[in-house]
């Protein structure tokens, strides 16, 4: 009979999300997981699976977090603008300055499994639909808008993990937030 975990594993997999999340999936060894989590690499393995299995586990999480914080009460324009300035606040106040998991992950795609890089893709798509759904609340239908407002996201989020200053992260929104209400 197996004996019985002796480790919180919400924990655990909020130890290995953010190390995954701040060094990307090709720098973290088990080992680091191991160190990280105080765990030996037998006891994560049987908890989780391999390396592998356990960024599923990190990316679905984090993957949620990120699906939650599209719930924005604003619509239309306003909605998008919203997200967006959430957006640039999350990663001002985060000062490890790690980006996006979703957005860094889509940056090493070839060391990730067939699976991962749907999920990577899919997840770029919700946002992508967050903001044609904010956008056609003001019936705004052009994909071209929708685009701008994805790349800012993205941009932001990218931007953010190499420590480029708030202001230039609220001028990217601002520019794209203003170029889509002009059209």
């Not at 190390?19 to 997981?33: E, Q, R, Y």
């Not at 994560?44 to 924005?72: C, P, S, V, W």
């Not at 808008?145 to 992260?169: D, I, M």
Request: charged share 25%; net charge negative.
């Amino acid at each position: 009979m197996p004996r019985p975990r002796k480790f919180d594993t919400e924990e655990a997999v909020e130890q290995f999300m953010e190390l995954f999340w701040a060094n990307g999936f090709s720098a973290v060894s088990i080992k680091d997981i191991a160190q990280r989590t105080g765990l030996r690499p037998g006891s994560l393995h049987a908890a989780f699976g391999n390396k592998d299995d356990m960024f599923t586990i990190a990316f679905e999480r984090y993957g949620q977090n990120f699906r939650d914080h599209m719930n924005i009460a604003e619509k239309g324009l306003e909605g998008a603008k919203a997200y967006l300035d959430q957006l640039v606040r999350s990663a001002i106040a985060d000062a490890d300055r790690k980006g996006c998991l979703i957005v860094n992950t889509a940056h090493e795609l070839d060391a990730h499994t067939p699976a991962i890089r749907q999920k990577t893709t899919d997840r770029l798509e919700d946002m992508k639909a967050f903001f044609r759904a904010r956008l056609s609340e003001d019936g705004i239908s052009s994909e071209r808008q929708c685009n701008a407002l994805f790349g800012a996201a993205v941009s932001v989020l990218t931007l953010a993990r190499s420590n480029q200053p708030e202001y230039t992260l609220r001028d990217i929104v601002s520019v794209a937030v203003s170029s889509t209400n002009e059209e």
